[in-house]
């Protein structure tokens, strides 16, 4: 009976400690990736989430110090506006980078290109991303994906890329084929 009880008291603890080291090493292969986005109207941010129920990957949503106007139109005039005469917003948070090794980088087409917002915070934080895998990703709603996901790697010279992806409807079947593709997913 005695030799019984300690039979199973060490299948427990040996269950216990299987399950831990599964747990851990689950932890520790998401826990330095984060998914840092802009999102204006929510579709990049879909995408983003995509992206971190496929990894595990940290989500961080970029957010400008005084908000876009809420309406299209007057959003993409004020845009252009500052597009224009050279004004950057600033961000009103930034993620303790160094926790990462790989961040994937994601926002909307705005004007033929990555909003200003996230390419002017990724050169101010060169030294902090300095060795870094960055990934680029966008929604778009016709064209300039291609131009939109080369201005962030061009806003970060010092980390090495990985290719990215760029989509007018994120779905997670395709999320997870290109993360697959990149040696990041499943
Ligand atoms: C200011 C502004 C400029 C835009 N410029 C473009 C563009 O040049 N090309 C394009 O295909 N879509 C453009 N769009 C559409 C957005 O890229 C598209 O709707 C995107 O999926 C929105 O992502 P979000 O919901 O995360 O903000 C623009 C939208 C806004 C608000």
Known sequence: M????????????????????AQNSKN???SKTLVMYFSWGG????MAKMISSSNGGELFRIEPTKA????????????????D???FRQVKKAPDFSKY???????PVW???APTLMTHFLEENKEALKGKTIIPFCTYQATYRAETLQAIVDATPTASHKE??????????DVDAWLKKIGLGK
């Open 2 to 21: 005695k030799l019984k009880s300690i039979l199973m008291a060490t299948a427990i603890m040996m269950l216990t400690s299987c399950s831990l080291i």
């Open 68 to 83: 876009y106007p809420t309406s299209y139109t007057p959003c993409t005039e004020v845009v252009k506006e500052e597009l």
């Open 164 to 173: 990215g992806y760029g989509t007018t409807n994120p779905n997670q079947n």
């Open 101 to 107: 090794d790989t961040i994937f980088v994601g926002v």
């Open 43 to 46: 579709t990049t941010e879909k």
């Open 28 to 30: 520790s292969q998401n």
């Open 85 to 87: 005469n050279g004004i």
């Open 111 to 113: 004007w033929h290109t």
